[in-house]
């Protein structure tokens, strides 16, 4: 296990004043203040001479890699990437694709399963670069760039003891994570990313820059929180950030059973909120704690994160280690970011098979089936992850964000990648077998975590009047759909 050091340099994300923006730009959007307008002729001819970051054309030796996102799965082919600097440089693109009618695709961290952030005959605006951070110790509150990974994050809050829930992969962006909710190794904890967050500034579909807050735009607010992107580009998170000193983090290997999967889940549910699991159905990988003979065990791996006293998390792990004899037990105390090296092999690009679902229960013969399903898994790396959820992100009510899955006590997560493009269709075909098995049980899914799987599925991340509420806030938003290219709520 090795510790995450910060790695980050903090600064301020937005250090352009606003007299040099109003210099590039005929109306200055001042995108630090609250509710401006801005009304600008994009001149299209000059896009390239007016932004601040880069444009990167079909060609350019960097080209490649530049397009393609975290899953290989899909090749988009854009018109071109714009590089954006700043907010202004977000305004002018949003401009410049409305007024040229240019699709347009949002790309932050680059870890859209669907292969969002990039398409054929778009521009691809890519966040990146807006990876800023600054930290106000005293009063708990970060502000982010949406390009700034949930890794890069939580190494420079640590550093003042600190941290903001994000998912459970170091590389995956702010941008995407958040907008869909963020659920990670701290839900159980202090809740979703949403949760935390107490302001947006973002670029609307007219190219306005706002700051929206509970007080300010308020409906806009609860729709940014799970709405995934289709309100507008957020181009700074304020975050809140709690206290995350005493960690305990790593892994017990259980075998995998029909008792330690009930079991395991059980424990989780019933534990304080202190502890998240991440329960995961796979086939021991060859590491350092795991012994030779138990390489390539099907296994019940619990992935563990507790904050608070150290006694307190090793008691609440006490009814996992009583269910049988661990294949590997290597929990403990760290510093909060170094839980990220747990998933590290998930940070490489790759080609994804996955579906998932939230789930009102797992009966014995769903945990039957999962187990008989694992043993024909396509690849030594395919998995199952069983969230543990509740406590705090179950707390909220459902009505207060536009996540509204508050209530599931679990979610699922098939995931089976390879590197081989003819491949995939086996592993699509396991994926589907296994979200077959726990059907019975699923109870709507997390916007973040759909691939390209049609409306319906996007209806079913929005239970209730949720939906509606976000519809209503397009029609007002964003009525021509400029964004459209993400889990889409038509207009
Ligand atoms: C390996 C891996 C692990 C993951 N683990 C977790 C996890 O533990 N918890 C969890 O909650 N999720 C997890 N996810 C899902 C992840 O939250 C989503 O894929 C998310 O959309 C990725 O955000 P991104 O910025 O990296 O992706 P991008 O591809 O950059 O963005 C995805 C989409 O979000 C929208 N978007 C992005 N940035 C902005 C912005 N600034 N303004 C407006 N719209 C924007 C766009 O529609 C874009 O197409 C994981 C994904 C992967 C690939």
Redesign the pocket.
Known sequence: MTTWEPSIAIERIHPMSSSLLSDRLSDPPAPTTTHTTTSTDPRPADLMRRLTGNVLLPGDPTWDEARL???RRWSPQPLAIVRAADTADVATTVRFARETDTPL?????????AG??GADDAILLD?GGLRGMTIDPEARIAQAG?GLTGGAYAAAAQAHGLATPH???ST??????T??????WLARAYGLTIDSLLAAEMVTADGECLVVDADHEPELFWGLRGG??NL????RFTLRLHDVQRFLGGVIALPMTRATIQGVLAAGLAAPDGLTLIPTLMHLPPLPFVAAEHVGMPSMVVLVAWTGDIEAGQRALAPIRALAPAYADMVAPMPYPAIYSLTEP??QPTMDSSRSSFLSHLDDSMAEGLIEGMAHAPSPESMIQLRVLGGAMGRVPVDATAFAHRTPPFMAVIISTTDDAARLPAHDAWVGSMADVIAPAGTGV?V??LHREGPERVRAAYPGTTYDRLVALKRHWDPTNLFR??QNIAP
């Open positions: 996102g975290w899953s695709t949002i790309r932050s961290g680059g870890h859209s399963l969002h952030g966040l949406p998912g459970d992969t995956v962006g702010l941008g995407g994570l907008l869909g909710g963020g659920i990670g995934g992107g507008g580009i957020v181009t998930a940070t997390y973040n975590f290219w993400n």
